[in-house]
């Protein structure tokens, strides 16, 4: 409803509330009219005290809160370029020049509204994120629909969702089935069906179906309210770039007052020394970095990409090497049984028992095998079931020890393997399949052969990352050589590791490292996680709705396509060239600037103008990076 502005505290609130969001402008406008209004009376010779006043009352109008901002920083020991423009402003005042005074401090208003505006703009993928956030669920209790707020939704509720509206919690389908637009978690604007028994999340949009979920987390909980905290905490985390500028300013803006004085002292110019003062102010130089790193942040969270700060996108900027896991990262991650090789006894027998002990393995391999065997019969009982990381897994199956896994397993459990296996085993690798054996007691039963195919987006990822800027791709398996190699030689990556156990990929890692290299690890956030904590950038990929790699990487890519990684890779060293230009032009300026002044060139007035203008021209080209986009 809107309010009544014809009562009297409608019309205070309207005007409270125009004040706090339009306060830099009216500051700015009415300094600006008290100005010009100064200046023509001036000029019409009307009242020189007149024409002063007005000058010195723009000063206070637009100077006070620049003043104010100068001594809050003054009790952090803080000099900064408030602190400057004041003393400016005090300074021309002191000496009699009241227009310098009212314009200086009028320009820096100015150039202080435009910024805020400016910055704004770099903030807009937030904003608009922030914006897609469901506000209302229907609830079914006791077979009524019950419209509350999305964050009142406990776990376990179950929330309607009709087509065209937006989904407010993260959880399961029970009932129906929809078409759905995930894009404001993974960016991808395709949408996907989903179906009883699939993950749905909040913020994403029912765009065609009926959907009853059973709610696993609402509020702040869910996986959409996470990112939206992950990018403001990202965005306001300091690049180490930024900490050293940070850092130099401190000391600079102290060193430019001393400088100050020995001018006036040597020219006994007070003009000269307080134009110093105010060209000499490190704002553009300041803001470089951080708004660079604002904008880069922003676009990549509206591709579904999440950058964990300005340090993380520094690094990632500057990657050598790319490590990739195989399984689930380069291949689909859904392996199939190709073939079966029985060598003792029958094939159904072979199969049930290894499916029997594979079954209570979470190894992608092992889910094949189970879906494979089960159209076989039922599958026995296994007792004293163990996993043997990198090798494979062992139980006990009717009172027999049986083992499925590679080589090394067998070889550590003492079984012997024959040419006939060997040779059966290395035909079938050859070809990027991976054998696993299965042994009961010390008998070989026969070789299960899985393969996984490389995903499609695999197929481009070497050349789009060398595109990008990478110098090497590397993958790492816990594969046998003649899979890896296998697969390696087909999606054309430049250096493989096979038969890797956790801690074996870490030493990779490090040994990259040493070598010089800035490394990126990518992986599933879980499995990898050490590796990943090892890399200069850890990456994980198709997080969404895990906690734990959201939590671990420092790059997450929602969405669980290899493009996203080149996507990342790009936009973060365009970041870093965009921050390199940024300093190289704010110092360019304020050396200009300083030699203008020496030789009575430029004024106070003219001095903050350019000053202010580099400034606008720094948060301009940072917001180029909001544009950026992949090219093919």
Not at 93 to 112: C, D, K, N, R
Not at 333 to 346: D, E, H, I, L, M
Not at 370 to 392: C, I, M, R, W
Not at 580 to 589: E, I, T
Request: net charge neutral.
């Amino acid at each position: 409803m809107e309010p009544d502005v014809r009562r009297p505290g409608n019309h205070l609130t309207m005007l409270k509330n125009l004040w706090i969001s339009q306060q830099k402008l009216i500051i700015t406008t009415i300094s600006g009219l008290l100005i010009v209004i100064g200046w023509l009376i001036g000029r019409l010779e009307f009242s020189p005290l007149l024409a002063n006043s007005l000058m010195i009352l723009a000063t206070v109008v637009a100077g006070y809160r620049i003043a104010i901002s100068a001594l809050h920083a003054l009790r952090f020991r803080v000099l900064g370029i408030n602190a400057l423009v004041t003393l400016a402003a005090l300074g021309a005042i002191v000496i009699g020049e009241y227009w310098e005074a009212a314009v200086v401090t009028f320009l820096f208003s100015l150039g202080s509204y435009l910024e805020a505006r400016t910055m704004d703009k770099t903030r807009d993928a937030l904003r608009k994120l922030m914006e897609l956030a469901p506000q209302v669920a229907r609830v079914l209790k006791n077979g009524e629909e019950i419209e509350m707020p999305a964050e009142d939704v406990q776990q376990g509720d179950l929330v309607v969702v009709r087509s065209g509206e937006k989904i407010p919690v993260d959880g399961k389908i029970i009932t129906g089935r929809a078409s759905v637009n995930q894009a404001a978690i993974t960016g991808e604007s395709l949408p996907m069906e989903k179906t009883v028994g699939d993950s749905v999340f909040s913020g994403t949009i029912n765009e065609a179906g009926y959907l009853e979920i059973e709610t696993e987390k609402s509020g702040e909980d869910t996986t959409f309210a996470r990112i939206i905290e992950l990018v403001e905490e990202a965005q306001g985390e300091k690049a180490r770039s930024q900490q050293i500028l940070e850092n130099f300013a401190r000391y600079y803006t102290p060193g430019i007052i001393l400088v100050a004085v020995l001018v006036y002292l040597i020219t006994k110019n007070p003009i000269t020394a307080l134009t110093l003062l105010v060209i000499a102010c490190p704002g553009a130089l300041v803001i470089a970095t951080p708004v660079s790193i604002v904008a880069g942040i922003g676009n990549a969270a509206r591709q579904g990409v999440l950058i964990k700060g300005g340090e993380h996108l520094e690094k990632a900027g500057k990657i050598d090497v790319v490590v990739l896991d195989k399984t689930g990262t380069l291949t689909v991650g859904q392996p199939k049984v190709t073939s079966v090789w029985v060598r003792s006894g029958s094939e159904t027998d072979m199969l049930l028992k290894a499916a029997a002990v594979e079954k209570m393995s979470e190894h992608p391999l092992a889910k094949p095998v189970v879906e494979y065997a089960s159209l076989k019969g039922p599958l026995p009982e296994v007792t004293d079931f163990q996993v043997v990381p990198g090798h494979g897994v062992a139980a006990t199956v009717a009172g027999k020890t049986v083992l499925v896994g590679n080589r090394k397993l067998m070889l550590d459990q003492g079984v012997i393997i024959d040419d006939a296996v060997e040779q059966r085993m290395a035909a079938e690798e050859n070809l990027g399949r991976t054998g696993m054996m299965v042994v009961e007691g010390q008998v070989i039963l026969g070789v299960i052969f899985v393969a996984d195919v490389p995903r499609q987006d695999a197929l481009t990822l070497v050349s789009r990352l060398k595109r990008s800027g990478v110098q090497k791709v590397v993958m790492l398996t816990g594969d046998n050589k003649r899979t890896a190699k296998a697969i390696a030689q087909q999606l054309e990556i430049d250096e493989f590791h096979a038969e890797m156990l956790p801690e074996q990929k870490v030493d990779v890692i490090k040994t990259l490292k040493q070598r010089g290299k800035i490394v990126a690890m990518v992986g599933d956030g879980i499995n990898d996680a050490p590796a990943m904590a090892t890399a200069d950038v850890g990456i994980a990929m198709g997080a969404a709705g895990t906690d734990v790699a959201m939590e671990t990487a420092d790059l997450v890519l929602m969405a669980d396509r290899l493009e996203k990684l080149s996507y990342a890779i790009g936009l973060s060293r365009h970041t870093l060239s965009n921050i390199k230009q940024n300093v190289s032009f704010a110092v360019l300026v304020v050396l200009v600037l300083l030699m203008g002044v020496m030789g009575n060139v430029v004024v106070l007035a003219s001095g903050m103008l350019v000053h202010e203008a580099s400034v606008l021209l720094v948060i301009l080209n940072a917001m180029r990076l909001l544009k950026y986009r992949e090219t093919n």
